[in-house]
């Protein structure tokens, strides 16, 4: 049972792109969770979503930054017109239930902004 | 709301030390408690975690935690430390309603010294 994969491992951008992140859920998982890890800090908690729902996005930026858990596919959180502040590494987690469960963490994707 | 504080964000030790790193938190309802490695350049992993039961939870690699409810703590041990072990430790609270919402604390960077 493979873990939960992210992609691309690194990325990097211009101030004013536009960055996707992706994750794959672990077989069998159906909730996905988003953290973000600025340096020296740790990981913030952004958004859970189920399938084709956001349940709490209470994390997340208002502006710029999005995500979506479709039917087919990976996770994706989107964020637009990226700036050096969005310089970060971006975890995605999953869990097969929202009760008494564990999530478990994927690698991770270090988004960089030049 | 939850918070978690790591009273050490910096901690050097000798090989074969013990350790003992902090973890306190702050949240009404009822918790589960990790805690995580991060290896330089790596993902999270899971060293830990308690839901309910024997308060001494054993983990991987040697290290346990003990969860004192009336004190909101859950204190990483280990007797005897290794160079292999410096990495990031990081500890996490969720509720015991939402798998994945986890608060994390800053983290705590461990090194030993060979």
């Known amino acids: 049972n493979a873990g939960v994969m992210q992609n691309p491992r690194h990325l990097v951008r211009r101030r004013g792109q536009e960055a996707r992140l992706r994750c794959s859920p672990m077989?069998?998982?159906?909730?996905v969770y988003w953290y973000r890890q600025l340096p020296e800090e740790g990981l913030k908690f952004m958004v859970y979503?189920?399938?084709?729902?956001?349940?709490?996005e209470s994390g997340m930026p208002k502006e710029r930054f999005s995500a979506e858990f479709p039917k087919e596919g990976p996770s994706i959180l989107r964020i637009q017109q990226v700036v050096r502040g969005d310089s970060a590494a971006y975890f995605c987690?999953?869990?097969?239930?929202?009760?008494?469960?564990?999530?478990?963490f994927g690698q991770g994707t270090r988004l960089t902004v030049v | 709301a939850q918070s978690v504080s790591q009273h050490n964000h910096h901690v050097i030790l000798s090989e074969a030390a013990s350790l003992e790193l902090g973890c306190n938190y702050s949240?009404?309802?009822?918790?589960?408690l990790f805690w995580y490695v991060q290896y330089p350049g790596q993902h999270l992993q899971l060293l830990l975690k308690?839901?309910?039961?024997?308060?001494l939870v054993k983990g991987i690699k040697g290290f346990e935690a003990e969860f004192i409810k009336s004190k909101f703590s859950f204190n990483l041990r280990k007797p005897s430390v290794q160079w292999s072990d410096t990495a990031e430790y990081f500890c996490?609270?969720?509720?015991?309603?939402?798998?994945?919402?986890?608060?994390f604390g800053d983290g705590t960077t461990l090194t030993v010294k060979p």
């Open positions: 979503l189920q399938k084709e729902n956001i349940i709490d």
């Open positions: 949240y009404g309802g009822t918790v589960n």
């Open positions: 996490a609270v969720t509720p015991n309603t939402n798998a994945g919402k986890s608060t």
């Open positions: 308690y839901f309910s039961g024997d308060p």
């Open positions: 987690a999953s869990s097969p239930e929202r009760w008494r469960a564990e999530a478990f």
């Open positions: 077989k069998g998982h159906s909730h």
